[in-house]
């Protein structure tokens, strides 16, 4: 079965940096566009990056805008998102998920195969 295992999560001081990883296996990879996509206690899941199949384009949400990064290298069927200057509301859930598409929305309910999550936690 097609599946993707998040890495990397943890705890980090505000200010500090975490580097989240999304390996795939059980389908092609380049062939589809990623998405991080997170989720806190009493909010909706939402987007916060994602990246098209070449890793070509890449779109962030507000909040995250300069402060992360995505990026992909196919060969390893890996994403990765590196996340820096972080925020305690930062914490969440983060889920990575693959699209049946080149391009990635920013939509969570038009991705099909999505990890486990990996808990991501802020202090102040």
């Known amino acids: 079965q097609p599946q993707v295992v998040e890495s990397g999560g943890g705890s980090a001081q505000a200010g500090g940096s975490l580097r989240l990883s999304c390996t795939a296996s059980?389908?092609?990879?380049?062939?589809?566009?990623v998405g991080w996509f997170r989720q806190a206690p009493g909010k909706e899941r939402e987007g916060v990056a994602c990246?098209?199949?070449?890793?070509?384009?890449?779109d962030y949400s507000e909040s995250v805008k300069g402060r992360f990064t995505i990026s992909r290298d196919n060969a390893k069927k890996t994403v990765y998102l590196e996340m820096n200057n972080l925020r305690s509301e930062d914490t969440a859930v983060y889920y990575c998920?693959?699209?049946?598409?080149?391009?990635?929305?920013?939509?969570?309910?038009?991705?099909?195969?999505w990890g486990q999550g990996t808990q991501v936690t802020v202090s102040s």
């Open positions: 998920a693959a699209v049946i598409s080149l391009t990635c929305p920013m939509e969570p309910y038009t991705y099909d195969v």
């Open positions: 990246i098209s199949s070449t890793g070509g384009f890449s």
């Open positions: 059980g389908f092609t990879l380049n062939y589809r566009g």
